[in-house]
């Protein structure tokens, strides 16, 4: 059984910066994808980045540029810093990590943005 375990969500003034992390433990696949996506008030859940064991990483269009995932296969931990954040990128960020198998999701963690 996986879990994951998020941390790093909070209040921020737009423009400023957080940094998520993700904590994996149990038994996980050597080769999996991690990642995180966000759900906003009445929207869908939304891919925002995901990074694999080799080090590929994608982003949504909306986050370039700002936001940067990076990961420890070590440590079974994944981050997001997030820059130049806006209300825009309010929502709840969930954590996920991928295998062949299966999906896991993390409880999620709140990521506020004022204007």
């Known amino acids: 059984q996986v879990q994951l375990v998020e941390s790093g969500g909070g209040l921020v003034q737009a423009g400023g910066s957080l940094r998520l992390s993700c904590a994996a433990s149990g038994s996980t696949l050597r080769i999996n994808t991690m990642g995180w996506y966000r759900q906003a008030p009445g929207k869908q859940r939304e891919l925002v980045a995901t990074?694999?064991?080799?080090?590929?990483?994608a982003y949504a269009d909306s986050v370039k540029g700002r936001f940067t995932i990076s990961r420890d296969n070590a440590k079974k931990i994944v981050n997001l810093q997030m820059n130049s954040l806006n209300p825009e990128d309010t929502a709840v960020y969930y954590c996920n990590l991928a295998t062949i198998f299966h999906d896991y999701w993390g409880q999620g963690t709140q990521v506020t943005v004022s204007s």
């Open positions: 990074i694999n064991t080799g080090g590929s990483t």
